[in-house]
């Protein structure tokens, strides 16, 4: 199996320009994560998604970012416009929800992204 | 892959001695626990896993200690290694409600050679 799929690794930009993250999750998984990573605030949830469907959002920071999942094997994060406060490492995970039982989720490498 | 500086509490070790990696939870519905290890330039890795129903699980040189009575877990890895220098994450999930992890801090493990 190849894993979770991120890309770009590496984003510059910036401040003002519009940010597109992509996921590729592991096959047969039904559920996706997006988190963000910094020195002050950890590894914190932005949003995920179950069976393609937005299921809680609230860790998304604001208006500027966005999440889609049009089908079960493609996510993207968005954010626009950029600010240097957004560079960050973004982390895709996925798992598979069966209901009642628990959630090992499976990282991606990571897009390390830099605002200027 | 790719992970970030943090300033993290260090725990080091000496090559060959056990390490024990601490973690307080916050929240006593947490009935599922998840720890991760993050190497440099890498996403989080699976390590080992344990439900509240039991407090005590190994798993292959690891082993995941649960106390719900002071909501503290604990990782112990026996004869460690070079390759087990990361970052260290507890998180926690409840299995009803809002499914999705809550990582700790974490901490850097460093081995001596």
């Known amino acids: 199996d190849a894993g979770v799929i991120q890309s770009p690794r590496h984003e510059v930009t910036e401040m003002g320009q519009e940010v597109t993250l992509r996921c590729k999750p592991i096959?047969?998984?039904?559920?996706l994560f997006w988190y963000r990573q910094t020195m002050m605030r950890g590894l914190e949830l932005l949003i995920y998604?179950?069976?393609?469907?937005?299921?809680?959002d609230s860790g998304m920071p604001e208006d500027r970012f966005s999440a889609k999942m049009p089908n079960a094997s493609f996510s993207t994060l968005k954010i626009q416009p950029s600010e240097p406060r957004d560079s960050a490492v973004y982390f895709c995970?996925?798992?598979?929800?069966?209901?009642?039982?628990?959630?090992?989720?499976?990282f991606g490498p990571g897009t390390r992204l830099t605002v200027l | 892959g790719e992970s970030v500086g943090l300033h993290l509490p260090t725990l080091s070790v000496q090559e060959g001695d056990n390490s024990i990696i601490n973690c307080a939870y916050s929240?006593?519905?947490?009935?599922?626990f998840i720890w991760y290890k993050q190497e440099s330039g890498k996403g989080p890795q699976f390590i080992i896993d344990?439900?509240?129903?039991?407090d005590k699980r190994q798993g292959q040189r690891v082993t995941v200690l649960l106390n719900k009575t002071v909501k503290h877990l604990s990782l112990q890895i026996a004869a460690t290694q070079p390759g087990d220098s990361a970052v260290y994450f507890c998180?926690?999930?409840?299995?009803?409600?809002?499914?999705?992890?809550?990582f700790g801090s974490g901490t850097r493990l460093q081995v001596q050679p």
């Open positions: 998180a926690e999930n409840t299995h009803t409600g809002r499914r999705a992890l809550t």
């Open positions: 998604f179950n069976n393609n469907v937005p299921i809680d």
């Open positions: 344990i439900r509240s129903n039991m």
């Open positions: 096959s047969g998984h039904n559920s």
């Open positions: 929240n006593s519905a947490s009935d599922y």
């Open positions: 995970a996925s798992s598979l929800r069966r209901e009642a039982t628990y959630n090992e989720q499976f």
